[in-house]
Nanobody
């Protein structure tokens, strides 16, 4: 499975961006698709996740109500709509997939749970 992110950029605080992750390979090769981010000097953290089997989603607390993850099965893409962006959302955003992981709302997802990764796209939010 190969993943390619796009849609990052520079936006003012309060603005919006839509990230897209194009997934190459059979949908049978992955189940969960997650979005992660990594700010300079910080660890990579889970932002949101979606299960391809039932469409259930999960979000990290700081993005709930602002970010929405969605999946287009026909296009094999997973998007992350980000609204009301804040300077603290600035980071490199990665999408990741795993054939066995099931997203749940039990806390932030761990990068260790995902086996395939994209190269990331930079999101910068100015104050």
């Amino acid at each position: 499975v190969q993943l390619v992110e796009s849609g990052g950029g520079l936006v003012q605080s309060g603005g919006s961006l839509r990230l897209s992750c194009v997934i190459s390979g059979s949908s049978l090769e992955y189940h969960a698709v997650g979005w992660f981010r990594q700010a300079p000097g910080k660890e990579r953290e889970g932002v949101s996740c979606i299960n391809s089997s039932d469409g259930t989603t999960s979000y990290e607390d700081s993005v709930k109500g602002r970010f929405t993850i969605s999946r287009d099965a026909a296009k094999n893409t997973v998007d992350l709509q980000m609204n009301s962006l804040k300077p603290e959302d600035t980071a490199v955003y990665f999408c990741a997939a795993d054939p066995d992981f099931y997203c749940s709302d039990s806390g932030p997802d761990s990068p260790a749970d995902f086996t395939s990764w994209g190269r990331g796209t930079q999101v910068t939010v100015s104050s």
